[in-house]
């Protein structure tokens, strides 16, 4: 069973920066591909970013491409998500995710193939 526990989240004004962090626990980190989603009040959980096993491959979804980044360090057992220029959109609580499958193009915004969940991080912007 894997663990995840994130962390950097807070309440920042618009067009501010957030890095968020996720530790990973209980498997080798290097097997576990990862991913971000996030939920506001009253939607569905969505896809927010995607990083295979070896960080070679990076997958993000369209309405957050070109403000975040995510990245992994695998010596440290931890995933990030880089945000810039937050709007008040972006509201939300923000969960890391970790999945044993090989992600692809065709399935990895797939909530279903995440397996392990964290906690979530609050992020709330002000306009």
């Known amino acids: 069973q894997v663990q995840l526990v994130e962390s950097g989240g807070g309440l920042v004004q618009a067009g501010d920066s957030l890095r968020l962090s996720c530790a990973a626990s209980g498997r080798t980190f290097s097997s576990l591909a990862m991913g971000w989603f996030r939920q506001a009040p009253g939607k569905e959980r969505e896809f927010v970013a995607a990083?295979?096993?070896?960080?070679?491959?990076?997958y993000y979804a369209d309405s957050m491409k070109g403000r975040v980044t995510i990245s992994r360090d695998n010596a440290k057992n931890t995933v990030y998500l880089q945000m810039n220029s937050l709007k008040p959109e972006d509201t939300a609580v923000y969960y890391c995710?970790?999945?044993?499958?090989?992600?692809?193009?065709?399935?990895?915004?797939?909530?279903?193939?995440?397996?392990?969940w964290g906690q979530g991080t609050q992020v709330t912007v002000s306009s």
């Open positions: 990083i295979t096993r070896s960080g070679g491959a990076t």
């Open positions: 995710a970790a999945t044993m499958v090989l992600l692809s193009s065709s399935n990895y915004r797939k909530r279903e193939i995440y397996g392990n």
